[in-house]
């Protein structure tokens, strides 16, 4: 494993990030790579009312799960588009199978890959 801070995902090095991804084993891995990122996991959220309380904190980026347990991820996204925060959606659909509205961020097709995550939140933090 890399020091944070130093290596592939170094321009991460001190991001605050939120995770909101409803499988337990899938938000452990995200936690995982966002911390040898050398990123800062502000929270993780299960549920979208946990994901709202989370959105609310001192955060750079969020990664976003599309649904959450049925639950449409829509009031968090909202929500951090009012707050001028950047995301980057998670999904094991391809992005012609999401609903138009969810193309205001890349998305992160599942199964993750290390690379492709950390390039879509470093886009994301530039833009």
């Known amino acids: 494993m890399t020091p944070a801070g130093q290596g592939p ?52 980026c969020a990664v976003l799960d599309v649904n959450l347990g049925g639950s449409p991820i829509d009031p968090v996204m909202e929500r951090l588009t009012d707050r001028g925060v950047p995301f980057v959606f998670l999904s094991g659909y391809d992005a012609a199978d999401l609903p138009p509205h969810l193309s205001k961020a890349p998305l992160v097709r599942k199964p993750l890959k290390a690379e492709t995550l950390r390039r879509a939140i470093v886009d994301q933090l530039a833009a």
């Open 9 to 60: 995902g170094s321009d991460l090095a001190g991001r605050r990030i939120i995770v909101v991804e409803d499988e337990a084993l899938i938000a452990m891995m995200l936690e995982d790579m966002l911390t040898d990122f050398g990123c800062e996991v502000v929270g993780v959220a299960g549920s979208l009312p946990e994901a709202l309380r989370l959105v609310d904190k001192a955060i750079d």
